[in-house]
């Protein structure tokens, strides 16, 4: 059985709703972010909210928290490594991945469900998907707007490091080429925007981002 | 010269001259000029009550469900499974008024440290907000910044805001109104008390540094001569959700491990507030040495020291021998924790300074011996208030007047504010604001141990109209929002937001508005488990509407069975059902005309309280899709609202005995398979059910004896929809 860690940093928000949807696929526990190692892992989330409040920027500080160390070395032996909202901050500013996550346009959190469509489904998080499947899952930042320079931009779409984009007429926060998740270059780690740890019963909305952590919990692709 | 410190300093405090007299006749002495500012601070309003003592003893606090009452941080109900919500409604309004950004996000911070004071995690946030008229730049800045201020606090710190309510009126014009509502989820067994006991034990300070914050009158005691000295200057309090992020997180760890003997949340008065009510409520003493308290600012006086409203504070009492477990928590979540002082058997709150006693008090005089002042109510001969402007010119069709008030603010859709919200976060919530007449949020993940729902509302013209019946019928429209979600009852809280109380007309609005609050907290078996009063509330053009707003928490059992606002399906049957007797006295038709009614139709409590058994009942059948209460708008706005919610319009006949527009309390619609609407006849015959229609289409078509309208469920989600946003452009 697939064995999630969800980080908290202070400042977390979303740790204990993904340690729940982590639960519905698998075994779960937070990972405290002093410490060094991630124990017996097999994959990693990197939840929403405000780590050490959002200041300086987004995910600036935590990712010199101490565990990103770990995450950074696990990610780069192949582990699966899952960023959402803040987390993909994180991930962005630790250079786990490319580009990074700007001021929404309209300058307002905006708390929105929102159409993704999966661009991507040979990643760790997306293999249970279908190529062109479209989820809804809510989204809700002041800071998503994915920004990344024109050649990189260009680099991304080649590799089809675009994961999930958001449907037309769903991009909530100006994202270039309606960018709400990317990938690595090897697709084991990957970060959006929206929050698919909160689409996992349909009571609160939609069960479609459940898919998301149940690609991780299939088991791991041959090396 | 200042004309403030001019005055001798007891009034340049707001304290009378008998009340000067009384505090150095309890103390024997004169107070020096740090006991002066606390004794001002402790028998003020805001921490004494004295106006509003007396009435509040008037109102139930007792019931089945309460597990704790008036008195505490918050107030609590058992929800069942050995789970209490926790729950309390506080005002935010003058400091709003002044920086609506921070006024509302310290609003936000303070229940929330209300709630997670007596040991429950804060799991919701709602928001009841009044400001005037949007057609003035100060209102649309008001509203712009205090909802960014509420989801700059609630986003952050992860709470979700999950409802509330906002009017427009001019008489908050200068005086918004600022209420936040917070529900806290408790282990009843690891509640907390804010009773200091244990002689001998160690008082300990958590969270932020100690600043000038919010010291307000009191600076005359800084200086005398306040236009020279600009550092002296009170300031605004500043909110950080993330210092009260950790403060939350620790306190609850703290709790959680058992090593608090007594916890209790910083707010209005700061230090002095909160400890003398410690202390009082333990029948003990307390002892605080100024110079361990951590400082931002290095010389602060030891009177700016004690009532500081530096936010993000919490005070504890701890066993000396778990004072280390304690500063290890504390030192986990990166909280500040510092030993300030000690709990003595004198009763005495003494202050230390300099290894000097700087203040030396009598608990009970700070707490207990606030004088308490007798209300003297006049019904007023001439209206209060001035009829609001016109916006309509006379003339209009029913489908012209639909559009209007469908874009009038108070009716308009409010999702440009809510999007600003995180309504998600904690995986509870069943609903997306406006999708429920109540927020619902489940007990648990799965929603097997059954859900909460929560409504807040007052609708303050109404109240300005008749008191006593506007008070009503903020409960029971608080009541009918959760019968229309199958939830039952369990207790209320509320907050009275009224202008001056020692002027003889708002003192009868006060009294009559909490003589109605009592009926129909009685009436709907709904005890006052606690609130707060916010008077004064009167800026140049005069009083505010009064405004009582009421939080109310009930039950359900089966989150599944939660109807929706709107319509869910084409050719389902159209119902309403209760006690609905419409007019338009007080309407927002009436007010779109520019005039306003002194008087409302008389309640019978007993019809409406039986009628929303029997609703919540249909509805925990688990067959409706659709319930909808009847409010601000009448009939003909709530069968819009319903269609524009999916764009399912609807044909309906109201028959001849009611009005398109008129308004009152009682009336839901609900809508269904006509076979569910069937076999629901029988049970809601007793209660004024008739099938009014069907929908489907494209328009909303109304008949109500000779007037008709047509409208395109198109136009009335444009005029509903765009109306707020179209303020900002």
């Given at each position: 059985m697939t064995r999630f860690g969800v980080i908290r940093f202070p400042g977390s928000c979303d740790e204990v709703d993904a340690l729940q949807a982590c639960e519905r696929y698998g075994d779960a526990e937070l990972l405290w972010h002093r410490e060094r190692g991630l124990r017996d892992i097999d994959a990693v989330v990197v939840p929403g909210g405000f780590s050490y409040g959002d200041y300086l920027r987004p995910g600036a500080i935590a990712r010199f928290s101490p565990i990103m160390e770990a995450v950074a070395d696990f990610a780069r032996d192949g582990g699966r490594v899952l960023g959402i909202c803040n987390g993909f901050q994180v991930l962005c500013e630790a250079g786990l991945l490319p580009g990074a996550l700007l001021g929404n346009d309209h300058l307002r959190f905006r708390c929105r469900q929102v159409e993704v469509v999966v661009e991507n489904v040979d990643t760790a998080f997306t293999r249970a998907c279908a190529r062109e499947e479209r989820l809804s899952i809510p989204g809700k930042h002041t800071t998503g707007r994915y920004f990344a320079p024109p050649a990189m931009l260009e680099e991304l779409e080649a590799n089809g490091q675009v994961v999930f984009r958001y449907a037309p007429g769903h991009n909530p926060n100006g994202s270039l080429n309606d960018i709400a998740g990317i990938a690595n270059e090897a697709g084991n780690v990957v970060g959006l925007m929206p929050h698919p740890e909160h689409a996992v019963n349909p009571l609160c909305s939609s069960a479609d981002g459940g898919k998301l952590f149940a690609s991780a919990a299939l088991e791991p692709l041959p090396a | 010269m200042n004309p403030v410190a001019s005055q001798t300093p007891h009034r340049a405090l707001g304290l009378t001259d008998a009340e000067y007299e009384l505090i150095c006749e309890k103390l024997g002495r004169e107070p020096n000029p740090l006991e002066l500012a606390v004794f001002s601070l402790m028998w003020s309003e805001h921490c004494g009550y004295k106006h509003s003592r007396k009435l509040l003893k008037l109102l139930p606090t007792e019931g089945p469900h309460v597990v704790m009452g008036p008195g505490e941080n918050a107030g609590a109900v058992d929800v069942g499974d050995g789970l209490a919500i926790a729950f309390k409604v506080e005002s935010h309004n003058h400091p709003s008024a002044v920086e609506p950004f921070q006024g509302a996000a310290t609003g936000v911070g303070g229940i929330l440290r209300d709630v997670f004071a007596i040991g429950a995690r804060p799991i919701a946030i709602l928001d009841s907000l009044r400001f005037g008229e949007l057609d003035t730049a100060r209102s649309r800045y008001l509203l712009d910044h205090a909802v960014a201020g509420i989801g700059h606090y609630g986003n952050s710190i992860g709470v979700a805001t999950v409802g509330g309510e906002i009017y427009f009126e001019g008489p908050y014009e200068q005086n918004c109104l600022v209420n936040a509502m917070c529900l806290g989820l408790a282990p009843k067994d690891k509640m907390i008390r804010s009773a200091a006991a244990g002689v001998g034990n160690v008082i300990v300070l958590m969270g932020a540094l100690t600043g000038r914050d919010g010291i307000g009158g009191a600076s005359v005691l800084a200086s005398a001569e306040l236009d020279e000295d600009e550092d002296k200057r009170p300031t605004v309090q500043i909110g950080d959700p993330f210092e009260e992020k950790k403060l939350l997180e620790s306190s609850l760890e703290l709790l959680d491990r058992g090593l608090l003997t007594s916890l209790q949340d910083l707010g209005a008065a700061g230090l002095t507030s909160s400890s003398s009510e410690m202390a009082s409520k333990g029948e003990v003493g307390i002892e605080i040495d100024i110079d361990q308290v951590p400082l931002r600012e290095a010389d602060m006086e030891p009177f700016e020291v004690m009532i500081s409203?530096?936010?993000e504070r919490m005070l504890c009492v701890v066993e000396p021998e778990r004072l280390d477990e304690v500063f290890a928590v504390c030192s986990k979540w990166d909280v500040r924790a510092t030993a300030i002082g000690t709990v003595t058997d004198t009763r005495r709150l003494c202050v230390l300074a300099g290894g000097e006693v700087v203040g030396d008090m009598p608990v009970e005089a700070l707490v207990d011996d606030c004088p308490v002042y007798d209300l003297d109510p006049v019904e007023p001969s001439e209206p209060v208030y001035r009829p609001p402007t016109a916006k309509l010119g006379g003339g209009e069709s029913p489908a012209d007047l639909l559009l209007a008030l469908l874009a009038s603010p108070n009716i308009a859709s409010k999702r440009w504010a809510f999007e600003q919200y995180d309504w998600i976060v904690g995986s509870r919530t069943t609903r997306r604001p406006e999708d429920a007449e109540a927020a619902v949020l489940m007990l648990d993940s799965s929603g097997a141990m059954g859900a909460i729902a929560v409504s807040i509302d007052g609708n303050g013209r109404r109240v300005a109209c008749d008191p006593y019946t506007g008070a009503v019928e903020a409960v029971l429209e608080c009541a009918r929002n959760l019968a229309c979600v199958g939830a039952e009852p369990l207790g209320l809280t509320n907050c009275l937001n009224f202008g001056n109380p020692e002027k003889p007309h708002i003192a009868w609005q006060l009294t009559r508005a909490v003589e109605g609050l009592r009926d129909a907290c009685l009436a709907v078996e709904a005890p006052v488990v606690g609130g707060n009063v916010s008077l004064y509330n009167e800026g140049g053009g005069g009083p505010i509407y009064p405004t009582p707003v009421v939080g109310m928490v009930g039950k359900l059992p089966d989150p599944t069975t939660v109807p929706w606002s709107g319509f869910r399906e084409s050719g389902h049957a159209i119902a309403l059902v209760g006690p609905f007797e419409p007019s338009l006295a007080g309407s927002e038709l009436e007010k779109l005309e520019g005039k306003l009614s002194t008087e409302l139709p008389a309640i019978d409590l007993d019809r409406h309280a039986a009628a929303l058994v029997a609703i919540r009942d249909a509805v925990r059948s688990g067959v409706i899709a659709t319930a909808h209460d009847v409010s601000e708008g009448g009939l003909a706005c709530a069968v819009a609202e319903c269609a524009i919610a999916a764009g399912i319009g609807a044909q309906v006949d109201l028959g001849e005995?009611?009005?398109?527009?008129g308004e009152g309390p009682g009336g839901v619609l609900l809508a269904a398979s006509p076979e569910a609407i069937e076999k629901l006849a029988e049970s809601l015959?007793?209660?004024?059910?008739?099938v009014i229609g069907e929908t489907g289409g494209d328009r909303i078509d109304i008949k109500a004896g000779v007037a008709t309208l047509s409208v395109p469920v198109a136009a009335a989600q444009e005029a509903h929809g765009g109306s707020l946003p179209s303020r900002f452009e």
């Open positions: - | 409203e530096s936010q005995n009611f009005a398109l527009f015959q007793p209660h004024g059910f008739r």
